[in-house]
């Protein structure tokens, strides 16, 4: 689903990320944690086509769905990022102005897909009745059950969620994460989540380490090994 | 033992500040010749009381009420054609003038707009009835001209201060940029940009009242000929309409702003 091929990035010279390689999956929802500022959040912008990654030579070091992330212009980037990926907030970034039905339709909209999806999606978030609601009558659980309704409607192949709990107390952050599992289960895309919490961390298939020396996988969530 | 803090310095800036500009006030009137006592003799009280009395009773026969009526109407239409055009040009000037398009057209444009607003609509009138001739056209262009110059900024400034985080979230989920502005950007702003725009045609309605002196066409030129043939009834009539005009637009633009920022 998403190959990072000796992804490497460095900025004035000083290198972040140092020739990583790693073969996500589809159905695969993975955490990767690390220390502050070893480029996780750097990571997440280099596969969404944000940011470019050192230049090098042969193949791109990032294949999302089968297409090569290096080489496409911003438009190009910008049309892929739209079609085959899902973004997740840790602030939402729901729009105030549009209620919580516009926002969930809005990526079916930009595709020019028909949006009768973002009725079905509120529902499977359990904000059936609050379609005609706005962000500022509803909590902040609320809104990133919205966020991920957002971010799943369009049908991604590859969803990316940075710190998607960190504005929530323990109890909402769990029903989330629960409900983004079920959701991504539910899509089969596949879905990487930075994050700094080890209990956020527990409710996915596998939890990825990033440090100077790369990617490593630390330990089999609790999850999968109860499975 | 609790010791008391050392009261702050005096600051002599601002006592030599007020001294300058109280300095100011007093040079402007001495060199002003201004003869006060002229203003308050009994000749100067009897003739404008002579000169007030001439606009008693105002003219209310019909054919110069329906005269007045078309000519408020032309000043409504000039004051709000006006404004329309210079929305259209100020919202097309503020995208670059709010720097989306990089620091030198923004710098190029925000010139631009002020040369455009330091420029009295008198000022462009003048130079607009000598391209487009008399009548209301000139009035028109010469309001569209300074409120284009002066929306422009002001709606620049909205976009500048606007939140930048939707915007960017839209672009990261792959909307285009124009997409994401007309999603994101432009709603937030929509309400002070009606707000100003709202706002701007009450200055124009007076503007175009004003405007007509110099040949513009509607009240203005309707009161420039009865004031200059000494017809001071008819020209009460129309003093009156500009009153009556300015009122009714002032009640719906106020009432309209606070629905717009409830």
Redesign the interface.
């Known amino acids: 689903m998403l190959e990072l091929r000796q992804l490497s990035k460095s900025y004035n010279g000083r290198p972040v990320l140092d020739r990583l390689t790693w073969n996500f999956k589809a159905g695969e929802f993975v955490a990767i944690m690390g220390d502050s500022g070893v480029g996780k959040s750097t990571l997440l912008n280099l596969i ?1 086509g ?1 940011d470019t990654p050192d230049a090098t030579p042969g193949e791109s070091p990032i294949i999302v769905d089968g297409s090569p992330m290096s080489g496409l212009d911003d ?1 190009a980037a ?6 085959r ?3 997740i ?1 840790q ?1 939402f ?1 729901v ?4 209620t919580l039905l516009q926002n969930v339709a ?2 079916l909209l ?1 595709n020019g897909m028909p949006t009768a999806r973002a009725a079905e999606m509120l529902d499977a978030v359990g904000l059936a009745g609050r379609e005609h609601d706005f962000p500022h009558q509803i909590s902040g659980g609320q809104m990133q059950r919205v966020a991920i309704a ?1 971010a799943l409607v369009h049908r991604p192949a590859l969803v990316l969620a940075d710190e998607p709990t960190g504005n929530l107390d323990p109890d909402t952050a769990d029903a989330i994460l629960t409900l983004l599992q079920r959701e991504i289960k539910a899509t089969g895309a596949c879905a990487i989540m930075v994050t700094h919490s080890q209990l956020a961390a527990q409710k996915t298939d596998k939890i990825l380490h990033l440090s100077k020396t790369g990617l490593k996988e630390t330990t089999t969530s609790i999850r999968l090994r109860n499975n | 033992m609790n010791t008391m803090p050392k009261p702050p310095r005096r600051d002599w800036t601002i006592i030599v500040l007020m001294l300058m500009l109280a300095a100011l006030v007093i040079a402007s009137f001495a060199s002003l010749p201004l003869k006060w006592r002229e203003f308050f003799t009994a000749d100067a009280v009897r003739s404008t009381l002579e000169l007030l009395a001439g606009f008693t009773p105002p003219e209310t026969g019909l054919p110069f009420l329906t005269k007045t009526f078309w000519a408020t109407l032309e000043t409504l239409a000039m004051s709000g054609l006006g404004t329309l055009l210079a929305v259209i040009f100020g919202l097309a000037f503020s995208l670059p003038a709010s720097g989306r398009f990089g620091a030198a057209p923004r710098a190029a444009m925000r010139a631009v707009l002020n040369v455009l607003r330091s420029i009295p609509e008198l000022v462009w009138a003048s130079i607009m009835l000598i391209a487009a001739g008399l009548g209301p056209l000139g009035g028109t262009l010469a309001l569209a001209a300074h409120t284009a110059g002066v929306l422009g900024r002001l709606f620049a400034d909205s976009l500048e201060n606007a939140a930048p ?2 915007e960017q ?8 940029a124009t ?1 994401a502005f007309f ?2 950007t432009l ?2 702003t929509l309400p002070q940009m009606m707000s100003y725009t709202l706002y701007r045609w009450e200055n124009n309605i007076r503007a175009a009242a004003i405007l007509g002196v110099v040949g513009a066409g509607g009240l203005g030129q309707m009161l420039k000929y009865h004031l200059s043939l000494f017809q001071m009834p008819l020209a009460a009539t129309v003093i009156l309409a500009m009153l009556l005009l300015v009122a009714l637009v002032d009640g719906i633009s106020f009432a309209l702003r606070r629905v717009l920022t409830r």
């Open positions: 969404a944000l438009d910008t049309k892929l990022r739209r079609a990926m899902g973004f907030f602030a970034h729009l105030p102005h549009l809005l990526p930009l957002r | 985080l939707p979230s839209l672009r990261t989920n792959g909307a285009s997409a999603y994101a709603p937030q």
